[in-house]
Each structure stands twice: as C-alpha cells, then as structure tokens.
C-alpha cells in the first residue's frame, strides 16, 4: 500500500454514513493479510493528531469496511462475505484473531500458548507462578469430521482467572465454549494482554 | 485557565499519560514536516500466518 | 469464588437507550453541577456535536474542536456515571482548544509535549474531579456514585489529591 492508496482508505472511510473522523495529515494507515480469510485482509487507521492517539481497525476486502468493534459480530459478518479457509495450521491464530478483537464484560480472553512466555508472568509471585506452571493445559486441536469442526482445548486467561476451555469453532467460524473450568484465581493483568502490537495475523 | 493538582506530576496516572505523551510523539517519525498527504506504514513483508 | 462466564464473550451486544437519548440525558445531568452547567453552555453557544460510537474499549476522541466522541464496547457498555464523567472531560478539552490551548504540533520537541500535554491532561481531570464531586454531594445523584465511578476510571489518586487540595483551600 503506498500513500495514495492509503489516502484512497480514508477517502473510502469517510464517504460512509456511520465514519469516524481521522486527520488527513497525521493518520498512520497500516494493514495486514489474516491467512484464513482469502479476500479480507486488517487496516488499522491510528491517528497521531490527538492525545492519546486513536486506533480503529477494520477488516476490509478493499471496497469495504467493517469496524471491529470489540464484539463478535463484525468478524462474523466478514466470515460470511469472505467463506474461512481454516484448517490445522491456522486454526490457532483464527482463535487468537477473534479473542484480540472480541471482548467480555470481563476484559479481554487471552489463550496461554506457554506460561513461561504468559504476558505479564514477571509481575506474579514466585508461587503464583508456579502455580500457573502447574495448572497449565497444553493447546490441543482435534478435528471432529462428523461435525467439520475444530474442537480445541486450551488455558484461556479471562477475568483475572484462569481457565481450562474446549473451544468448538465451525467452518463458518462461529466460535461456542463447549466446556469451561476453573484453574486459577487472583491473576491480574496489569494491562491489555495483547498490547498494541500487531499480533492478529 | 489551566487548573492544577499539587502532587498530580508523581501519580501513576501522569506516569500512564508520559508514556501516551511520548507515544504520540514518536508519530513525528511516520509524518514528514512538510508532507500534508498521510504516511503509510508498509506491511508487505510480514509473512502470512 | 464466583467463576467467569467465557460466553459472556460471545454476546451480540446489550440493547442500549437510543444515543440521542443518552446524550441528551448525559448533558441534563451535568447541568445539574455549576461547572458542568459550563460545559453544557459551551455545547450549546459552539454548536458542538456529541456521538456515540462502537470502540473495543470505552475511550472519548476529539478528532475536531467541535466534534467529540464517546466510544465503548456493547458486551461491556460503561455505567451512566461513567459516561457523563466521559463527557465532561472530553468537552473540557474541547474548551481547551476552543481557547487556543491546542496539543504540540507532532514535530514539536518532545519537552513541549511533556510540558503541554501534561497540562492539559491535569486541567482535565482536575474538572472531571470537580463536577464529579459536585454532582456527588447532591442526593438526587447518590446512586449515581460519581466518586466512586471515578475511582474506576483511573483517577483514585488524582482524585485524593483533590479532595485534600480543596479541602486545604
């Protein structure tokens, strides 16, 4: 994308009804391709002109813009005008794109790949973390052919607790908790776990 | 007009504001002083996941 | 021990009074504080316009000094309070700059933006703090729990030192 096109982006985003105003001279324009998608690809719009600067991120197939808005409806709508690709290999950073955009009214989902690697582990206590440690489930995806559906099992942080979680996601990507139990209390993230980094795909 | 709280400079909350502070200020780097069209950040390279 | 509800993830949004609704509700109350009565003034003489958008995260924006806007995420929809506090503080930092009191330029040094920025962050909490408070000591507000609410947002130390700060004189 060079800067034309990014201009094109905030020509085509403030030609609809519902936009969001951005500078024209001090917004940063960047996207990123998700690989289970085959049209749709991330924009993230930041704006550099107020304080704090202000971050919007949509997913679009060049015409247009769904705004991810923290809920799962916008990933669900793209997932219908753009059928999924998932398979064994992106299965994991789908659910990982879905929990960085979709929030509960207890803050963000989290999926723990490795405790040590866990955001935030340094901020715990030496037996906090030997706690996580212990209770930890390692990730493990199952394909279920009868119903063509990931099942994934995972420890999900959530809330300030931790989880043991059987995530169903179907082939049109609607994700649902098949089960959930509690592993772990009184574990605060300091701070968004996903930060500001581009991590989604 | 501005008001002021005496002792708000050592809060964790202008610690917080600091670093937006400084945050925004690195958006100086994307944007060129005489450049009024947006800059972008170019992404092409980052590998498909 | 209560356990979380991952499902509370998956809601499709909570139903919400209409925005204007809000608004309009919002500006009410704070007009019923003096220095929100300012705010409320000040809307009204520079036309400002208010909107409410879907954002991830509650988060108010002033991309132009007469429009502002209040963002919050449906599945996790802020309280009342916490929306009129929003408020206050976004439309005094439209005052600031409907009175030339503007952020650095980008290409500002960044001692500027310290100096500048800093202040104007602490001018507008110091009026979050002050219409919380006044609408705090109405009883028509008590359930409100605007002291409270401003706890949640972030302010709890701001807002002790400006209790002291004011009962000091």
Not at chain 1, 13 to 33: H, N, P, Y
Not at chain 3, 70 to 84: K, V
Request: hydrophobic share 40%; net charge negative.
């Amino acid at each position: 994308m060079n800067r034309e096109q990014a201009g094109r982006v905030l020509g085509q985003l403030s030609a609809r009804d519902d936009a969001i105003v951005f500078s024209r001279d001090a917004t940063e324009v960047s996207w990123r391709g998700l690989a289970f998608f085959s049209n749709y690809r991330l924009c993230r719009l930041t704006n550099y002109a107020t304080m704090p600067t202000f971050t919007m991120t949509y997913l679009t197939d060049g015409t247009e813009y769904i705004a991810l808005d923290g809920t799962a409806n916008p990933i669900y709508t793209a997932d219908e005008k753009d059928p999924l690709m998932l398979t064994e290999e992106n299965i994991l950073p789908y659910i990982e794109f879905f929990f960085s955009h979709v929030q509960g009214s207890e803050g963000e989902v989290f999926l723990v790949r490795d405790p040590h690697k866990m955001p935030f582990i340094n901020n715990f206590t030496d037996a906090q973390k030997q706690s996580i440690v212990q209770n930890f489930k390692p990730v493990n995806v199952q394909f279920d052919a009868a119903h063509n559906a990931y099942l994934v099992e995972a420890t999900l942080h959530y809330g300030g607790t931790l989880m043991d979680a059987s995530i169903a996601v179907m082939p049109d990507g609607k994700i649902s908790f098949e089960r959930q139990h509690l592993l772990l209390s009184g574990i605060h993230f300091p701070d968004s776990p996903y930060g500001r980094n581009w991590i989604e795909g | 007009m501005l008001q002021k709280i005496k002792g708000f400079g050592d809060t964790k909350e202008a610690q917080k504001v600091e670093a937006q502070i400084i945050e925004r200020h690195s958006g100086a780097e994307l944007f060129a002083p005489a450049v009024t069209a947006p800059a972008v950040k170019h992404t092409l390279n980052v590998p498909r996941l | 021990m209560a356990s979380k509800d991952l499902n509370d993830v998956l809601l499709p949004g909570r139903p919400l009074p209409a925005d204007s609704l809000m608004i309009a509700k919002a500006l009410e109350i704070l007009s019923a504080s003096p220095h929100g009565q300012q705010l409320v003034n000040f809307v009204e003489k520079k036309n400002i316009v208010i909107k409410i958008v879907r954002t991830p995260k509650a988060v108010s924006y002033l991309p132009e000094k007469k429009l502002v806007y209040i963002g919050f995420n449906r599945n996790n929809a802020i309280s009342p309070s916490c929306f009129i506090l929003m408020l206050a503080g976004i439309l005094r930092e439209a005052q600031q700059e409907a009175a030339g009191i503007e952020h650095p330029d980008l290409h500002a040094p960044l001692e500027k933006h310290k100096e500048i920025s800093m202040a104007k962050h602490e001018d507008k909490v110091w009026y979050i703090c002050t219409v919380a408070t006044e609408l705090n000591d109405q009883r028509a507000f008590t359930e409100y729990k605007f002291l409270d609410e401003l706890r949640k947002m972030g302010h709890n130390e701001a807002l002790d030192l400006y209790l002291l700060q004011e009962r000091n004189g």
